[in-house]
Each structure stands twice: as structure tokens, then as C-alpha cells.
């Protein structure tokens, strides 16, 4: 198991930055993905960005060019670096940790911290 704790968010003009932190309590070096989502009222939790443990990343197109994730195993913690932030950028942004395990077989559990609202201001 591992859990997680959200820092960074905040209030913020429209073209604004902010960097997300995600503080992990143990090794994320194995970790086979870190993500971030975020989920606005009434909608869908959607990803963000994804790093995997190889350094693989992955956008969503609405963030791309904007947003950056990385990680620092030897702090044990996953950033989000949001750049040129808009209001549409509002909502709740949660850190996830995916486990893998191949034996028996392939199983992924993932691990949710409890969340860091934004809010970029209209």
C-alpha cells in the first residue's frame, strides 16, 4: 500500500502557475504509474498527466504544452507544474499511484490521495 498527500493547490489569475506536489510514504522508484486527475462539479474524474517508472509521460490534450509531471524518487514525490492556467483548469486535482503485480497474475491496484482543489478565477 502507499498513500498520498496533495499539496500546491490554490487561487490563481488566468494565466497563472502553480506546482502540485504529491508526497508519497514510501519508494515510488517500483511504482508502475503516478497520475494526476482532477474532477470539476459534476463531472467525470479525468486523467491529467501520467508518468510511469520507465519516465514515460502522457497528456491530455487539454493540458498539453501547459502542464508538465514529473518525479522525484529520491523525495519519494510526483509534480505537476501547471503553466498559462485557465478557469476551465478549476477542480479538485488528486494524485494516484497504480501498483502492478505479474504472479499470479497481471493485477493494478490504484492508491488516491485525498486531493488539492484549484481554482483559477474567471
Known amino acids: 500500500q502507499v498513500q498520498l498527500v496533495e499539496s500546491g493547490g490554490g487561487l490563481v489569475q488566468p494565466g497563472g502557475s502553480l506546482r502540485l506536489s504529491c508526497a508519497a510514504s514510501?519508494?515510488?522508484?517500483?511504482?508502475?504509474?503516478m497520475g494526476w486527475y482532477r474532477q470539476a462539479p459534476g463531472k467525470q474524474r479525468e486523467l491529467v498527466a501520467s508518468?510511469?517508472?520507465?519516465?514515460?509521460?502522457n497528456y491530455a490534450d487539454s493540458v498539453k504544452g501547459r502542464f508538465t509531471i514529473s518525479r522525484d524518487n529520491a523525495k519519494n514525490t510526483v509534480y505537476l507544474q501547471m503553466n498559462n492556467l485557465k478557469p476551465e483548469d478549476t477542480a479538485g486535482y488528486y494524485c494516484d499511484a497504480r501498483t502492478q503485480v505479474i504472479v499470479p497474475r497481471i493485477r493494478q491496484n490504484d492508491y488516491w490521495g485525498q486531493g488539492t482543489q484549484v481554482t483559477v478565477l474567471q
Open positions: 508518468i510511469t517508472r520507465g519516465g514515460s509521460t
Open positions: 514510501r519508494s515510488i522508484s517500483s511504482i508502475y504509474a
